[in-house]
C-alpha cells in the first residue's frame, strides 16, 4: 500500500470519504511496481471544481513520483470525483505495467548473454 498520498482540492472541499475511496484505490497500485521502487513512491492528488454551463464538473490529476526520477501523470475530467478516481487508476495501471517491464531484466540466467557469444 502506497502510505505517501497527499490530496488537496481547488474550489473543492475533500470529504474523509473521497480520501479513503483515494487511498484505497490508488495505494493498492503499488502491488504492479518494481520492489525496489515501492518504498518511497510520493502520489499527489488534486481536484478541481469546474462551474460549466450543464453542471459542475472535476478536474483530478494525479501524478506518481518513483525514485529514479520516474513521474508517472494522468489526468481525466469527469461529473463524478469518484467516478474520475477510477479512469485515472485505469491509466495509471497501464503506464505502471509499462514501467515495470522497461525496468525489468528477464534474462535471469545470462541465456540471451550465451546465445549471442556463440
Not at 3 to 14: A, C, F, L, R
Not at 15 to 41: A, C, M, N, T, W
Not at 52 to 73: C, F, Q
Request: net charge positive.
Amino acid at each position: 500500500m502506497i502510505d505517501n498520498i497527499e490530496i488537496s482540492g481547488s474550489n473543492y472541499k475533500v470529504e474523509e470519504s473521497f480520501k479513503k475511496y483515494v487511498i484505497k484505490r490508488i495505494g493498492k497500485l503499488d502491488r504492479h511496481l518494481p520492489r525496489d521502487h515501492r518504498k518511497d513512491v510520493i502520489v499527489k492528488v488534486v481536484v478541481t471544481e469546474v462551474n460549466r454551463d450543464h453542471g459542475n464538473k472535476y478536474e483530478l490529476s494525479v501524478s506518481m513520483d518513483i525514485p529514479g526520477g520516474k513521474v508517472l501523470a494522468a489526468k481525466d475530467e469527469a461529473s463524478n470525483v469518484y467516478a474520475g478516481i477510477d479512469i485515472i487508476e485505469a491509466k495509471l495501471d497501464g503506464q505502471i505495467r509499462r514501467f515495470k517491464t522497461e525496468k525489468t531484466n528477464y534474462d535471469k540466467k545470462g541465456f540471451l548473454k550465451r546465445l549471442l557469444k556463440k
